[in-house]
């Protein structure tokens, strides 16, 4: 059965919640150190789908990964700006479901009127059990460029890990660039 790509919704949560823990209690790719509750998960979506879309592969009715963007600097001059997260299933990754949901949510992006992606990605010189730099590898592959390196800034298991910022041009810089359109409004 194929793939579907679709919005989620907050009765999501509990599924999505699912494939994120375990990022935060085995790895070192979110900096997050404590499970979020499921309310505040809960919260998280509901508030990001005011502005963004928030993405999610389903396969065989379970959702596999999921990708959303969100606000990337809260300045106005920022608007066209996102950063986007990315997170599937361990028995998922290198499986082309990354792609498929970074290929649809820049799709949804540009129809909004976004110009810019960033990521932000946790990095290391020497990979260790908690932290590879696949994630790097997967956003190059999708196009994006190395902009900055933050050396040992995020403190986990106690080891000390670097943070890249990534961007990927999506649209048209204009003069008179126009308003971004809420994801809801698509």
Not at 66 to 91: H, L, M, P, Q, W
Not at 126 to 135: A, P
Request: aromatic content about 14%; some cysteine.
């Amino acid at each position: 059965m194929p793939i579907e790509i679709r919005p989620v919704t907050t009765n999501d949560s509990a599924e999505l919640l699912g494939i994120y823990a375990p990022y935060v209690t085995e790895t070192a790719i979110t900096f997050e150190y404590d499970v979020p509750t499921a309310d505040e998960f809960t919260e998280r979506i509901r508030s990001t789908l005011e502005k963004y879309p928030y993405i999610a592969a389903v396969e065989n009715g379970e959702i596999i990964g999921y990708a959303y963007a969100g606000v990337f600097k809260s300045r106005a001059a920022y608007d066209y700006d996102v950063e986007v997260t990315i997170y599937i299933k361990k028995e998922h990754r290198r499986s082309g479901v990354g792609k498929l949901l970074y290929s649809e949510l820049e799709q949804l992006l540009k129809k909004q009127g976004i110009t810019n992606l960033y990521a932000c990605i946790a990095c290391t010189e020497n990979e260790d059990e908690f932290l590879t730099n696949d994630s790097v590898e997967f956003h190059q592959r999708m196009g994006y460029r190395l902009v900055g390196t933050f050396k040992q800034c995020g403190y986990k298991y106690n080891r000390w890990y670097d943070m890249v910022w990534m961007e990927k041009i999506i649209g048209e810089h204009l003069a008179k660039q126009p308003e971004i359109i809420k994801f809801a409004d698509l």
